[in-house]
């Protein structure tokens, strides 16, 4: 199959995947702003970074572990293959444990620390305590997604996800308000998703297709280390968007009190479909990259970035457009009780906010690209620019200058910074890369003399 038949296969599947991932969260903010108006936006906005956590974790093992199962797969080292997958659903299920304990005994300290005053600190509470507990099945649902997806079955995986979103948005509605279940409805509809996608997943193995399988030598330290080198950065990616919010969620509360926090909530879970997005795109590519490097095929590398690129170009203007267009209608399906402060800071931050997606795209697919090459150290820079050294700062500054226009301001300068940064990464690795080979060849030829 040609590069751009694969690119067109693995992305259109993992788009359209992350789509209806990403309705996870945005289904529970349009549930719980019908169902508990204003004060049920601050309390989601609030602890919802803790799910960023979660999934971030679930994608350091994923990304990470599927990535050097991808190689090894290409160079034909079926038994290190294997190993890599049972040390990543070892230190997985590690990681989850500690969620779960933080679930059970610290869920109220928690969401207090994260800004919740006596009015949402109960609602904020509920909700992080049932994510926390379902915190195993979300990271292996990511972990078994992206084995499966560099085994070659990208369809089965954006199944997956398209079952557990729709089951997710179902469930909502009925545990919300059919079965009178409040926030602890909106989470446990999140948590049996998992179930659901898990369910989809283990058809996979019923039928044998899997090519990869649990071995007795449980944990190696290199491997380790492997895997969470290569996954770091979609960890980072993820975390530091709820760090972000966190930060955001202080600044906003001293600047605009709780109707702030829940307009920045309308805008952040909708940039959480934007980000799906591209992070489709990203994914899409990953096992494509990560095989044709394995086997030292660097056209078809080239190509594919290429591919990945444009793409997300031509849709981040598509999304701009039909975002700056519809701002007041988008923000109006979540202001269920009109609040006029709440319709006119989040309309204007909408516009502003969403210049940042062309920045925001090209970050994503190079961190990726740099993943899938094993080249960990631009993509470690990239994230943790993006994620926490850049945009923090950035942020107590230009809400300091401009209030709440520049909080909005605070993502397109971040993003767009660590863009020219990130492509000169690119160049200066391509421009290695041109250099050792010439070496190579100058090499070659002297030993052949």
């Not at 991932?21 to 508990?36: H, P």
């Not at 599927?66 to 079926?78: F, G, H, M, V």
């Amino acid at each position: 199959m040609s590069c751009f038949k694969m690119f067109a296969k693995y992305s259109f599947f993992n788009v359209l995947g992350m789509l209806c991932l990403s309705c996870y969260i945005l289904a529970d903010t349009f549930f719980v702003s019908k169902g508990f108006g204003a004060n049920g936006l601050t309390a989601l906005n609030l602890v919802i970074p803790i799910y960023s956590f979660i999934y971030g974790s679930g994608l350091l093992f994923g990304i990470g572990g599927a990535t050097k199962y991808s190689i090894l797969r290409s160079q034909n080292e079926k038994s290190s293959a294997n190993r890599v997958f049972t040390n990543t659903v070892f230190l997985a299920l590690c990681l989850a444990t500690v969620f779960c304990v933080i679930g059970i005994f610290f869920s109220e300290s928690v969401t207090q620390i994260l800004g919740a005053d006596e009015t949402v600190l109960q609602m904020g509470t509920t909700y992080l305590r049932v994510l926390l507990l379902f915190a195993p099945l979300i990271m292996l649902n990511n972990v078994f997604l992206c084995f499966i997806r560099n085994d070659g079955a990208p369809q089965l995986a954006m199944f997956a996800m398209i079952t557990g979103s729709f089951s997710n948005v179902l469930l909502d509605y009925v545990f919300i308000f059919s079965l009178k279940m409040g926030f602890f409805g909106a989470a446990f509809a999140s948590g049996i998703a998992q179930i659901v996608s898990l369910l989809v997943i283990s058809s996979f193995f019923l039928r044998k297709k899997n090519n990869f399988h649990f071995v007795k030598n449980i944990f190696g330290r290199l491997i380790s280390k492997d895997i969470i080198s290569n996954g770091l950065p979609s960890l980072i990616t993820e975390t530091s968007s709820g760090v972000i919010m966190i930060v955001f969620n202080m600044i906003i509360l001293n600047l605009q009190g709780n109707v702030g926090v829940a307009a920045y909530g309308i805008i952040a879970n909708l940039s959480l479909v934007v980000i799906a997005i591209y992070t489709g795109i990203a994914q899409g590519i990953q096992p494509l990259i990560s095989s044709n490097y394995g086997t030292n095929n660097h056209t078809n590398v080239k190509t594919i970035l290429r591919y990945a690129i444009i793409t997300m170009t031509i849709i981040s203007g598509i999304i701009y457009i039909c975002i700056f267009f519809n701002a007041t209608p988008l923000v109006n399906a979540f202001n269920y009780e009109q609040n006029i402060l709440l319709q006119n800071t989040a309309t204007t931050g909408l516009k502003i906010y969403f210049i940042t997606c062309l920045f925001t795209g090209l970050n994503i697919i190079l961190s990726i690209y740099f993943t899938s090459t094993e080249h960990a150290r631009p993509a470690h820079i990239i994230t943790a620019l993006r994620g926490f050294l850049i945009i923090i700062p950035m942020a107590f500054l230009l809400s300091t200058i401009g209030g709440m226009i520049g909080i909005w301001l605070v993502f397109p300068t971040t993003e767009l910074i660590v863009s020219i940064i990130g492509i000169t990464l690119y160049y200066f690795k391509k421009k290695n890369v041109i250099l050792n080979n010439q070496i190579k060849n100058k090499t070659k030829n002297s030993l052949s003399v």
